[in-house]
């Protein structure tokens, strides 16, 4: 697959809530995924390291409200789009996420992506 067409499937995926569907379509084995400082988890090697991340993130909220992702900027081997979610985390603070995400592929799947927004401090995360 092209950088276009990984693009194109990641966003389709996130859309409709699949993202363990999309890791498991779209990710590299050796995926790399970064996190900005003051997160949970700054940095994630491996497929199960990244799925096990989104399993976390997943258990920590109670209800999701909504989801906005943009249609994907693709230069080279990279591309990036912007994704707002609005969820209730446990404990009933409900919040809007706002994060531009940044991937890089090779050989048709995703090898790194980096993520970019003010974390919120919390001590569950």
């Known amino acids: 697959m092209t950088t276009q067409e990984v ?3 990641l966003v389709g995926y996130c859309r409709q809530g699949q993202f363990t569907e999309a890791i498991d379509a779209l990710y590299a084995d050796t995926i790399v995924s970064v996190e900005p400082d003051g997160a949970p988890m700054k940095e994630v090697k491996g497929l199960e390291g990244v ?4 399993e976390h993130f997943n258990s920590m909220v109670e209800e999701f409200h909504g989801m906005k ?3 994907p900027l693709v230069a080279d081997n990279f591309f990036s789009v912007r994704m707002t979610m609005e969820a209730t985390f446990k404990g009933g603070i409900r919040n809007t996420l706002d994060e531009v ?3 890089e592929v090779e050989n048709g799947k995703i090898v790194r ?3 970019f927004y003010t974390p919120q401090p919390s001590e569950d995360c």
Do not use: P
């Open 7 to 9: 693009a194109d499937a």
């Open 51 to 54: 799925k096990q991340k989104t």
């Open 69 to 71: 992702v943009s249609e």
């Open 101 to 103: 995400c940044m991937y």
């Open 113 to 115: 992506e980096e993520f």
